[in-house]
């Protein structure tokens, strides 16, 4: 038995059941309950309640109770003050959480710990914006005066998926609040333990009952019915571009707005002037952290052809020097893959490329933790020389593989940035700044790394164009989208 086996029995043994609606803890209204597997062990580790839209319509009619009340009243400073105590404690729960999340979703401690802190560091962030979104006054003239107001727009739904569950929800869970908007949230059903320990915490840190209301189960059964809710103004919304689809035309149904964190595809640029130490070090943690699955990886290498060769040799030895294992295994660096369902995806699309005669440089296998024998795993894998037209180029894998596109010159790189359908972010290593600016400008990204992939914080927009989204998360703009603005204009 692995060493760390006991605390993950420790941790999975007190994990809740049930959804959290109201303040308190409530068995699904259908009885049943679902398993949440541990990827890196390949078997089931605790059950969660299977919602349906009976669990949903309870937690939304909590949500619309809850708006009128205790946090109606409350001022922006006073919920500025909960969201500071939710970060503490998010911080003092920082062991708990992060073992859940490693046991729900497959990624390695190191990477969960610093999900956790990301978490907590949104919710300090929106504390301080909650009394700092002004309203605007207009000038009309001396007969009039006209003002602006910041009204919350209501009920909030939010769908998370299960690469990031827990800083995901934060990110869109804080702003809401920070606005004075109440929510509703459904985790992915691979994933539905953090945001449950969330709520519970929120709740400790002062939140009103009903404020915050999650629902666990299926995208189907409980996804579906929240975000078709009448009494929802806003979905937000992260998971598959697919998915994204149906849930904007859900939400048009009842007029409410979406913001939508969809699918990526995104190019690493790396110009022959580079320091080439500094891009290796970059391009694999944008691929292979997490094992590949994050929205934003660095899934695509655009290469200048000079020096195509010496960077690919060393970053085969870096792809191949990784430590795959459970995440709670001493000195493993690289996890699981989330599902078998995952697994299956990912390999398919590297076996289609094998047939394709794509050149596999690295990896290219399933494998299982080494230590145990057993486990859902994909190797780092690198891929060649990829045509552009190449299916591995064009769609998202969402796992450890990366396609390497070689290029000559700026244009050419700028074309191979664009070549997919996807623009969520880019990234780019060259000292040159002019180039920089230059592919800067023309590469279409909602976010644009320079010399650090993944560069930015939660201060910074974050969010995709074309098929990758609409809308934007982080930053102040992020608490506008949980407004409805009010003109006031009176005659004087
Ligand atoms: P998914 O779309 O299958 O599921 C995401 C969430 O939506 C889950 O909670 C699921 O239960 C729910 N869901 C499924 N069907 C639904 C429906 N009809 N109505 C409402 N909810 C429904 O995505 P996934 O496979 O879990 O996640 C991977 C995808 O998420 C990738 O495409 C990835 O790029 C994307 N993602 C995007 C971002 C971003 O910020 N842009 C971040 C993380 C993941």
Redo the contacts with the bound molecule.
Sequence with gaps: MADWSTTAAAVSNQLPSMHFIDGEWRRPLSGNLMETFDPGRAEPHAQFAAGTAEDIAEAVAAAKQAESGEWRKATPAERGRILMRAAELIRQNAERLATAEVLDSGKTLAEARGDVRGSARAFEYYAGAADKHEGKAYPLGPDYTSYSIEEPIGVTAH??????PLS?ACRSIAPALAAGCTAVV?????TPMTALLLAEILVQAGLPKGVCNVVT????A???P???HPDVRHVT????????I??MK?AAQNIASVT?????KSPNIVLADADLELALDNVVGAIFENAG?????GSRLVIERSIHAEFMERLVKRARGLTIGHGLGEGVNFGAI?SAE?LVKVASYVEGAKSRGVNVAAGGNAVVDPATGKGWFFEPTILDDVKWDDPVVQE?I?GPVLAVQIVDGLEEAIEAANCTDYA?VAGLFTKDLSKAHRIARDVDAGQFFVNEYFAGGIETP???NRR??IGR?KGLLAVASYCKTKAVTIRI
Excluded at 186 to 190: D, G, I, R, S, V
């Design positions: 769908i998370v998926p299960w690469n990031y995901t459904k985790p992915a059903e691979q189960g299926t995208g189907i409980a996804g579906a929240l975000v078709s919304f992260t998971g598959s571009t697919v998915t994204g149906n849930v859900a939508l964190e969809l699918g990526g699955q994050i929205c934003s990886a989330n995952h998202e969402f969520l974050f969010g995709g990758s989204g998360e």
